[in-house]
């Protein structure tokens, strides 16, 4: 394997070295601390010099600590003569800000790709983008890798009697779509109208959903209020169980008890952000395998894509 380092923010310092076992390689050693006014220290402990840097760290809440602790720590390694830089976000904030949806707003997610590039990486790895254009926002490469392959397999072995895809809003219909064509499963869209963010009210169902296990899968789950509702009426249309895979578990809010009072049978999420709470209705599958092997793959110069293909 061509030489590579590995180091983690301290956003997911456990999936970070998960990451370090799946690859045979230890974490780098960093000190990341703080002063009493909130501002953000770093110091590499150990040699990056002619070496491939990979950074995992999620920005996920405190979404700002995060982020400027990734581009300061992007900014140590980058000075300590790393021969290239690899910032692996699982879960990239701001996302959602990805259009000017109104008048007068920025487009936050353009922003951050922005300050990650003017900082100086080479190269970004994600977990399902909220939008597929955001690798549009970087002019360098991106891989936006596929949260489908980790939930595939659990959902066949789940067995169930009578399965459909569901998307939560028109706007997943993609994604579900390609869930249905390699589960083999039929697919109902979830229409929805949402006033403002983290509001959303749950309108019709397309499709027919009687005597049916449905699945509703989704890039994130927030605060859990679009899954609930949306079960609730799936059940009022006759379905017979309501579970859901979402890759990122941001679980901020009232969305554990939402959960835990809900209609959802299940929630089926990866590990790519830490849970800060407990429900006996959610599942944690690990990201580990697909972005271990998309780093060893990116370090040999092998495919990357070819790890999604049937």
Same mark, same amino acid.
């Given at each position: 394997? $061509?030489?590579?380092?590995?180091?983690?923010? @301290?956003?997911?310092?456990?999936? =970070?070295?998960?990451?370090?076992?799946?690859?045979?390689? /230890?974490?780098?050693?960093? @000190? !990341?601390?703080? +002063? %009493?006014?909130? /501002?953000?220290?770093?110091? !590499?402990?150990?040699?990056?010099?002619?070496?491939?840097? +990979?950074?995992?760290?999620? *920005?996920?809440?405190?979404?700002?600590?995060?982020?400027?602790?990734?581009?300061?720590?992007?900014?140590?390694?980058?000075?300590?003569? =790393?021969?290239?830089? %690899?910032?692996?976000?699982?879960?990239?904030?701001?996302?959602?800000?990805?259009?000017?949806? $109104?008048?007068?707003?920025?487009?936050?997610?353009? &922003?951050?790709?922005?300050?990650?590039?003017?900082?100086?990486?080479?190269?970004?790895? @994600?977990?399902?983008?909220?939008?597929?254009?955001?690798?549009?926002? +970087?002019?360098?490469?991106?891989?936006?890798?596929?949260?489908?392959?980790?939930?595939?397999?659990?959902?066949? %072995?789940?067995? &169930?009697?009578?399965?459909?895809?569901?998307?939560?809003?028109?706007?997943?219909?993609?994604?579900?779509?390609?869930?249905?064509?390699?589960?083999?499963?039929?697919?109902?869209?979830?229409?929805?109208?949402?006033?403002?963010?983290?509001? $959303?009210?749950?309108?019709?169902?397309?499709?027919?959903?009687?005597?049916?296990?449905?699945?509703?899968?989704?890039?994130?789950?927030?605060?859990?209020?679009? &899954?609930?509702?949306? =079960?609730?009426?799936?059940?009022?249309?006759? =379905?017979?169980?309501?579970?859901?895979?979402? @890759?990122?578990?941001?679980?901020?809010?009232?969305? +554990?008890?939402?959960?835990?009072?809900?209609?959802?049978?299940?929630?089926?999420?990866?590990?790519?952000?830490?849970?800060?709470?407990?429900?006996?209705?959610?599942?944690?599958?690990?990201? *580990?395998?697909?972005?271990? /092997?998309?780093?060893?793959?990116?370090?040999?110069?092998?495919?990357?894509?070819?790890?999604?293909?049937?």
């Amino acid at each position: 394997m $061509a030489k590579f380092k590995l180091f983690s923010g @301290t956003a997911n310092p456990e999936f =970070a070295k998960k990451i370090g076992k799946y690859l045979n390689t /230890e974490v780098g050693e960093a @000190t !990341i601390n703080k +002063f %009493s006014d909130g /501002e953000i220290s770093v110091q !590499i402990k150990e040699s990056v010099r002619g070496q491939d840097v +990979f950074i995992v760290q999620p *920005t996920c809440a405190p979404t700002n600590d995060h982020l400027m602790e990734l581009l300061i720590m992007i900014d140590a390694l980058k000075r300590s003569s =790393a021969k290239s830089i %690899s910032a692996v976000i699982p879960y990239y904030g701001y996302a959602r800000q990805d259009r000017k949806a $109104a008048p007068r707003v920025p487009i936050s997610a353009k &922003l951050v790709a922005d300050m990650l590039e003017k900082v100086g990486i080479d190269r970004m790895i @994600t977990i399902d983008l909220h939008a597929a254009q955001i690798q549009g926002f +970087f002019d360098i490469p991106v891989d936006n890798l596929y949260g489908s392959v980790m939930f595939i397999d659990y959902l066949r %072995s789940k067995n &169930l009697p009578n399965p459909i895809i569901a998307s939560p809003d028109i706007g997943g219909v993609a994604r579900a779509r390609n869930y249905a064509e390699k589960l083999g499963y039929g697919l109902v869209i979830v229409d929805k109208r949402r006033e403002k963010a983290n509001v $959303a009210e749950v309108m019709n169902i397309i499709g027919d959903v009687e005597g049916k296990d449905v699945i509703l899968v989704d890039d994130m789950v927030d605060t859990a209020g679009t &899954l609930v509702k949306a =079960a609730e009426v799936l059940k009022s249309k006759g =379905a017979t169980s309501v579970m859901a895979c979402c @890759t990122h578990g941001v679980l901020s809010g009232p969305a +554990f008890e939402r959960l835990n009072n809900g209609a959802l049978d299940e929630l089926v999420i990866s590990d790519t952000i830490p849970m800060h709470g407990n429900s006996d209705k959610i599942t944690i599958l690990s990201a *580990t395998r697909i972005i271990g /092997e998309t780093i060893r793959r990116i370090t040999n110069n092998e495919s990357v894509n070819s790890i999604f293909l049937d």
